[in-house]
């Protein structure tokens, strides 16, 4: 009976950002669980590529070259996905993170235009998705769901992180929003807020050192892996979750659960 609430068989999920890294692996888990997938990406080399690998589980794959910051995007998106399979049961966004737009610098010295920047990609964009996924549910009406990635940046806060922290706290909080708002209609709204996780982006981003400073903070002892992210995405987009709404699900290693000023140290 459990196991049989994971499965995605006959119900089709968009994943935007599914080219690489968290989307890829949450794209992979939803067709393993036998769901159609439509892999969304600004890249149309990357999105036709993680259609290729994620065919071979052998549930029906498509991939867009689209830019979901772009609201005329998003609304092609759901029409050729709507065209194909009739509409679809899940909407998950990864967008996110920095992507160069700005040098990790004080609040002081943050361009407002980079401000503006990233709060587009960490947040207004998941509000397109997300407003575009409600009206198609409540068009179609079907219950739905709609999942996020956030950030444990979005719970606490970080020096030289005011737009990217104000930007996954403001995601964490429309998350709420619309559970409360869709929850009469069926609809699911959840977030994951992962902590450190290794991805073809983050990887370049860390030293040896990093890696070893990283895992002794951690309380799990290392850095994330995407298919960690991608289980517990799994099991909220499922049935499993039938009864999870309005919530963020820190996947981080168990770094939230530190007390900083701890005189006690692990065993080790
Ligand atoms: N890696 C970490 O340690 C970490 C920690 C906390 C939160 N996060 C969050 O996790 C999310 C995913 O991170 P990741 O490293 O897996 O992602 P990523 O940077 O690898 O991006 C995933 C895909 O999204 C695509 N993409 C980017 N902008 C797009 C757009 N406007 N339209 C369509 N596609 C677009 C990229 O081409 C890429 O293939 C981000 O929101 C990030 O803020 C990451």
């Known amino acids: 009976m ?16 599914g080219g690489a890294g968290m989307g890829l692996a949450i794209a992979q888990a939803i067709a393993e669980a036998g ?12 999105a036709d590529k993680a259609a290729r690998d994620v065919s071979a589980q052998g549930t029906g794959v498509m991939s867009l070259a689209a ?5 005329k995007e998003v609304d092609r998106v759901v029409s050729e996905v709507t065209a194909r ?5 899940s909407m998950v966004t990864v967008i996110g993170g920095q992507q160069g737009i700005a040098p990790w610098v004080n609040a002081g010295e943050t361009k407002e235009a ?33 999942l996020s ?3 444990v940046n979005g719970l606490l806060s ?10 996954k706290a403001g995601l964490i909080s429309l998350t709420r929003t619309l559970a409360l708002e869709y929850g009469n209609k069926g609809i699911r709204v959840n977030s994951i807020a992962p902590g450190t996780i290794m991805t073809e982006r983050s990887a370049p981003g860390y030293s040896e050192a990093d890696i070893k400073r990283f895992n002794g903070i951690i309380p799990l002892g290392r850095i994330g892996k995407t298919e960690e992210i991608a289980s517990v995405a799994l099991f909220l987009l499922s049935d499993l979750a039938a009864y999870v709404t309005g919530q963020t699900v820190v996947v981080d290693g168990g770094v939230m659960a530190t007390y900083p000023f701890s005189l006690q140290k692990a065993d080790s």
Not at 2 to 17: F, Q
């Open 2 to 17: 459990y196991l049989e609430r994971l499965r995605m068989t006959g119900k089709t999920a968009i994943v935007a950002g």
């Open 35 to 46: 769901g159609r997938v439509a892999i969304v990406d600004l890249d149309k080399a990357r």
């Open 67 to 71: 830019n979901v910051t772009d609201s």
């Open 85 to 89: 399979w009739g509409g679809f049961d």
């Open 114 to 146: 980079d401000w503006e920047k990233l709060l587009n990609l960490n947040l207004t964009h998941a509000f397109l998705l997300a407003k575009a996924a409600m009206n198609h549910y409540v068009k179609r009406g079907v219950p739905g769901s709609f």
């Open 149 to 151: 990635i956030s950030s």
């Open 158 to 167: 970080a020096p030289r992180h005011a737009a990217y922290g104000a930007a």
